[in-house]
């Protein structure tokens, strides 16, 4: 069975079973210092340094995975992996919710386990992210929702993801200078065929140069 790392999803129970939710957007960053100047006025705690993520997208030749809107990828993240699958995104005009399941594994053997099951790399993408956490308060009861903060920088850009309650997430946004116009729910392989065609080039992967 897989499960999550992660603590800033929504978790709905069903039966006797839990269910895990990932509520998140992008926003797109022009000046990076100028966020990160921004963030300080949340008081947030960095939960995890700068890193290198290296992605890889798998479906069948079929590609059964793209037609159902769903996605499994394997992450290397300097040696520790991560295996995940997400469902189909649920209609929502603000922010991209879907199922998700992910659980730790050694990315290199993950990788060629799969490619043996007949599974095939559709996508490779990378990007240095840096997490903060920050906590605000919604009109749930108890105590301040945590919202996570992810700073990626890629190949295409700077963006930031916000995960958590959808609530907190846009309360974060709105504190950050963004409003609802700005929340991306594209992912990035669809921002990088944007990116490509915007500016002629034919690039197969989403990876430095």
Known sequence: MLFSRRTSSIRLKKKNDAMKLEVEIKLQVGDL???LERLGGLRPRRVAERKSQDDF??????????????????????????V??????RVN?????REELETECDPVQMLELFQKLGYQIS???QKYRTIYQVRVAT?????????????DETPIGNYVELEGNPQGVSRVAG???FKKKDFIRESYHSLFLSFCKKNRCSLRDMVFR
């Open 175 to 177: 504190s950050l200078g």
């Open 57 to 82: 997208i798998l479906d069948l030749p079929q590609m059964r995975f793209k037609e159902k809107g769903s996605l499994l990828r394997v992450r290397n993240e300097g040696g520790r992996g991560f």
């Open 139 to 151: 009109r749930r009861k108890g105590r301040p929702q945590p919202i996570s903060v992810m700073i």
């Open 123 to 125: 996508f490779r993408y």
């Open 33 to 35: 210092k100028e966020f």
């Open 93 to 97: 005009k603000n922010f991209k919710v």
């Open 84 to 89: 995940t699958f997400k469902g189909p995104a």
